[in-house]
Every structure is written in structure tokens, then in C-alpha cells.
Nanobody
């Protein structure tokens, strides 16, 4: 059974950093597309970053490009999202998502497997 468990959310001031983690179990994460999706109250889900099978390719939404970095540790079966220069508009619940190939990086919000999410709050 595929399970995704996020951690690392919290409250931070604008300009600060956080690192989100997503521990995967029940499958080998390196063989799946994985991504981070966020949803703020009253807004649609937004795929902010994704990484392809084996980590060969990555995608970032324009809103986070240059500030966020997605990477995976295959030995730990864990996905990460390093978030720097955080802005109040980054405030949202962040979800880890995964899907089997064929999968595309630009639509992580449609992936099949989801974690429970972790809250990120950025104050000005």
C-alpha cells in the first residue's frame, strides 16, 4: 500500500526558509513521478514542483522558480522541498503527491497518491 507522509511545515517570517519532507512507503519512490502541490484557502490546488522518475527532470511553477528546490533521496525513499525566500503568498497546505509512469511534471495536482499535507504559514 502506497503511503506518503509529509513533515516540516510550520510558521516562518517572510524571507525565511523551510524544508518539507515526504517519506514514501509501500513502493520505490524513485520509480514514480513525485511532486508538491499546495492549496490556500479559497484557491485551487497548484502544483508547485515535481520530479520525474529517477530525478532526471524537474518542474517548477513560475511562482516558486528560483526560490524552491525539489529533490529526492532514493536511499531514504524520501522527497524534499527546500523553500527559501518565503513570501506571505506561499502560505498554504502543502501536499506530497506521486504517480506511476506515464506521468507528466506539469500536473502534479492530478497525481493519484496523496499525503495528508503539512501547513506552511508565512507572515509579513
Amino acid at each position: 500500500q502506497v503511503r506518503l507522509q509529509e513533515s516540516g511545515g510550520g510558521s516562518v517570517q517572510a524571507g525565511g526558509s523551510l524544508r518539507l519532507s515526504c517519506a514514501a512507503s509501500g513502493y520505490t519512490s524513485s520509480s514514480y513521478c513525485m511532486g508538491w502541490v499546495r492549496q490556500a484557502p479559497g484557491k485551487e490546488r497548484e502544483g508547485v514542483a515535481a520530479i520525474y522518475v529517477g530525478g532526471r527532470s524537474t518542474f517548477y511553477a513560475d511562482s516558486v522558480k528560483g526560490r524552491f528546490t525539489i529533490y529526492r533521496d532514493n536511499a531514504k525513499n524520501t522527497l524534499y522541498l527546500q523553500m527559501n525566500s518565503l513570501k506571505p503568498e506561499d502560505t498554504a497546505k502543502y501536499y506530497c503527491a506521486a504517480d506511476q509512469p506515464p506521468c507528466t511534471l506539469t500536473n502534479a495536482e492530478t497525481y493519484y497518491y496523496w499525503g495528508q499535507g503539512t501547513q506552511v504559514t508565512v507572515s509579513s
